[in-house]
């Protein structure tokens, strides 16, 4: 039976877990939580057949071996696989979305921020600097006065689990 190959074009069914067993992404629709769907693009049909867990579509993903379409750990995992093997693949939180930064929250005073801005915790923005230079992040906590961000990968600090299943080797 074929091996897989750096180079190689194949299909692959996925889930990630987090160390507590959460699913943070899936190719799997069976895997996906619809009241724990990311992504805005899925409004209410989040978790039938056109949204996976990380708000892209579910079903199989197609990848190029060594591409990096994915973490290297996985592009690794999968050269030597033959269609229909499975493996796990663990990332450590500093090759994934790096350790948690305690130096990426910070605080703006209410009187910088737009005046019709009404955030919540929880709510995530896109805010710009000076440099026009986009920067994601979290609201956690507002007050009168301040608004406090985390700018941190929603990820960041976490180990990551990916149950990986070889479908395809595409031609």
Not at 33 to 45: I, L, R, T, Y
Not at 61 to 80: H, K, N, P, W, Y
Not at 148 to 159: I, Q, V, W, Y
Request: net charge negative; hydrophobic share 30%; with cysteine.
């Amino acid at each position: 039976m074929a091996q897989a190959k750096n180079g190689d074009k194949v299909t692959i069914d996925y889930t990630g877990r987090l160390e507590d067993g959460t699913v943070f992404d899936s190719t799997l629709e069976d895997e996906c939580n619809p009241d724990e769907c990311d992504s805005d693009d899925c409004g209410d049909d989040c978790g039938d057949d056109e949204c996976g867990c990380g708000g892209h579509e579910s079903g199989p993903m197609e990848l190029t071996i060594g591409e990096g379409e994915l973490f290297s750990q996985i592009d690794e995992a999968l050269i030597g696989m033959a269609p229909g093997e499975k493996k796990s693949v663990i990332i450590p939180a500093a090759d994934a979305f790096g350790e948690y930064d305690k130096d990426k929250v910070f605080t703006v005073p209410r009187s910088d921020m737009p005046e019709d801005l009404k955030p919540e915790v929880g709510d995530e923005l896109v805010l710009t600097n000076e440099d026009d230079e986009d920067l994601g992040v979290q609201v956690v906590e507002v007050t009168e006065e301040n608004i406090t961000f985390d700018s941190n990968h929603p990820l960041a600090g976490e180990d990551l689990t990916f149950e990986v299943t070889l479908l395809e080797i595409l031609p």
